[in-house]
T-cell receptor, first 110, second 116 residues
Framework: DAKTTQPNSMESNEEEPVHLPCNHS???????IHWYRQLPSQGPEYVIHGLTSNVNNRMASLAIAEDRKSSTLILHRATLRDAAVYYCILIISGTYKYIFGTGTRLKVLA | NAGVMQNPRHLVRRRGQEARLRCSPMKGHSHVYWYRQLPEEGLKFMVYLQKENIIDESGMPKERFSAEFPKEGPSILRIQQVVRGDSAAYFCASSPSKSSNTGELFFGEGSRLTVL
């Protein structure tokens, strides 16, 4: 299974954009990039996913490097409710086994 | 449309007892996954089931752990003769199909097992 590398923790001020990086240098052509987040005492929650092109949804944007060896999750305006652990996961197309790393713990400062 | 429902949310057992964790997937979902999360760690895949079938149990410990997803009723994760090392949060997720590229897994809020 391809591995991802994320910083252990990051801080952001409220109302400011947050860029959460993820390195996945061993990604293969059929691997999808998924992001989930886990709020305290809750189960993981889907944020966004993509293959090659940048993606936007109501929660966030996903910027994927041209060589696909890295990606960045962008929260456009962080709120206190965005404080969570963010997981970057590579999934082989058509499979189901999500391999969670330790993620990035995002702290949002008021 | 209710989400993935897990119960109990919290369970305390003494060493040697049995723990049963239940998971009702989202309506219309026939694929269920169980994950375990130790404190300060990421989630670890345990087992993937479809109705009445275990598809992949490669993440399940070989002894004391079993899972089922009967034709009727919730999926059950059963841990026999619990030990302190089984203390963890157990998360269930469901999806309408197995394909990851169509989108998301839906997770429940987890069952937190404490073994005394």
């Amino acid at each position: 299974d391809a591995k991802t590398t994320q910083p252990n923790s990051m801080e952001s001020n409220e109302e400011e954009p947050v860029h959460l990086p993820c390195n996945h240098s061993t990604i293969s052509g059929t691997d999808y990039i998924h992001w989930y987040r886990q709020l305290p005492s809750q189960g993981p929650e889907y944020v966004i996913h993509g293959l090659t092109s940048n993606v936007n949804n109501r929660m966030a944007s996903l910027a994927i490097a041209e060589d696909r060896k890295s990606s960045t999750l962008i929260l456009h305006r962080a709120t206190l409710r965005d404080a969570a652990v963010y997981y970057c996961i590579l999934i082989i197309s058509g499979t189901y086994k999500y391999i969670f790393g330790t993620g990035t713990r995002l702290k949002v400062l008021a | 449309n209710a989400g993935v429902m897990q119960n109990p949310r919290h369970l305390v057992r003494r060493r040697g007892q049995e723990a049963r964790l239940r998971c009702s997937p989202m309506k219309g979902h026939s694929h269920v996954y169980w994950y375990r999360q130790l404190p300060e760690e990421g989630l670890k895949f345990m087992v993937y089931l479809q109705k009445e079938n275990i598809i992949d149990e490669s993440g399940m410990p070989k002894e004391r752990f079993s899972a089922e997803f009967p034709k009727e009723g919730p999926s059950i994760l059963r841990i026999q003769q619990v030990v302190r090392g089984d203390s963890a949060a157990y998360f269930c997720a469901s999806s309408p199909s197995k394909s990851s590229n169509t989108g998301e897994l839906f997770f429940g809020e987890g069952s937190r097992l404490t073994v005394l």
